[in-house]
């Protein structure tokens, strides 16, 4: 199994330690760039997307691999700190519809946070028509 981090920031330390159990590659780059477009043209069982947490940067990087990959993971769906991912999910679910699609949220807060939440949150679309 192949797997893939993409980042601007060099690799984490814990990345680093992580590679201890599961070998994966690591790719520098800026997810809108022609060089990661080409990259995604490669199929990938699940992409998780926790970029720049703005609406445009998750469209762009959604538009880039929504077609390549079998399973679409989400970061910062109800978060109030991260309003641009919010509002893509929301309209993820109105658009991207049931018919091929199965979506999850994974919502439940903290009990520190539900006074000044929402934060984070976790969605997931599984194209029902690749698996």
């Known amino acids: 199994m192949l797997s893939v981090a993409v980042d601007l ?12 159990y599961q070998s994966f590659d690591y790719l520098k780059i800026n997810s809108r760039s022609k060089e990661f477009a080409s990259y995604c043209k490669n199929h990938f069982d699940l992409c998780l997307i926790d970029g720049d947490h703005s609406f445009e940067g998750v469209l762009s990087d959604f538009s880039l691999i929504r077609d390549s990959t079998k399973i679409n993971v989400f970061h910062d769906i109800t978060s109030k700190a991260c309003p641009g991912t ?46």
Do not use: A, C
Not at 101 to 123: A, K, N
């Open 86 to 131: 919010t509002n893509f999910w929301q309209l993820l679910k109105v658009f991207y519809g049931p018919d091929k699609h199965s979506i999850y949220e994974f919502t439940d807060q903290y009990e520190d946070t539900i006074d000044r939440g929402p934060f984070l949150g976790i969605g997931v679309v599984v194209h029902n028509d690749r698996l």
């Open 9 to 20: 920031n060099d690799e984490s330390e814990q990345l680093k330690q992580y590679r201890n």
